[in-house]
Each structure stands twice: as structure tokens, then as C-alpha cells.
Nanobody, 124 residues
Framework: HVQLVESGGGSVQPGGSLRLSCTGSGFIFVSAVEWIRQVDGHTCELVSRINPDGTTYYTDSFKGRFTISQDNAKNTVFLQMDNLKPEDTAVYYC????????????????????WGQGTQVTVS
């Protein structure tokens, strides 16, 4: 069935690194894919976006520290996070801009979309 699976989170010290993965199954990523994080179960923030042509976008606070990439053969989007700070502690989600057919949508971050279960990142 159609699903998103985020992985790679964990607990690291400030200055450490993590690499998050977002793998789609039952569909192919054809639209832009975003990494969004949720802090304290409430506040959502766009971290980065990768477009189908490979161009990328980063919210200012993540520029130079985070790198988004995509492996089409694996149908996976990655988020390399370096120089992590305590304020990066959050649950990180990925979501495609276009919802694939058959995807189960749910309310999230003030909207309604196709989300994975998220992966917890703790920096302390």
C-alpha cells in the first residue's frame, strides 16, 4: 500500500550529525518533496524542499547546515543534518507536494496531507 517511512533520527550532542531518510512505497515521488519539522507537538516549520528538477530550497536557519538530496532509484529523499543545535530537536516529517493516488491523508500542521510517522531528533 501507499506509505511514507521516515528514519534516521536519534539522539546526538550539539555539533553532531544525522542523516534522515524518507522512503516512499506503493508510489513514485514525482512532485517536490518537503522536510517539515514539528516542535513540541505543535509548531511546524518547513526545513527544506527538493523539486523534481533537483533544485532545492532551505529555510534560512538551515542553510549551510542541512543538505537535501534524492535517490530516484531508491525512491528516497535524504536530509543530511550537520552541526546540529539543541533547537533542532523536533520530530521530522517528509511529505510530497502532490498526494499520490491511494494515499491515506491525515490532518497535520494545520492542513490535511500525506505524511509518514516522523522521526525524532533530539540534540542535547
Amino acid at each position: 500500500h501507499v506509505q511514507l517511512v521516515e528514519s534516521g533520527g536519534g539522539s546526538v550532542q550539539p555539533g553532531g550529525s544525522l542523516r534522515l531518510s524518507c522512503t516512499g512505497s506503493g508510489f513514485i515521488f514525482v512532485s517536490a518533496v518537503e522536510w517539515i519539522r514539528q516542535v513540541d507537538g505543535h509548531t511546524c516549520e518547513l526545513v527544506s524542499r527538493i523539486n523534481p528538477d533537483g533544485t532545492t530550497y532551505y529555510t534560512d536557519s538551515f542553510k549551510g547546515r542541512f543538505t537535501i538530496s534524492q535517490d530516484n532509484a531508491k525512491n528516497t529523499v535524504f536530509l543530511q543534518m550537520d552541526n546540529l543545535k539543541p533547537e533542532d530537536t523536533a520530530v521530522y516529517y517528509c511529505t510530497p507536494k502532490d498526494t499520490p493516488a491511494g494515499a491515506r491523508m491525515r490532518p497535520m500542521c494545520g492542513g490535511f496531507g500525506f505524511w509518514g510517522q516522523g522521526t525524532q531528533v533530539t540534540v542535547s
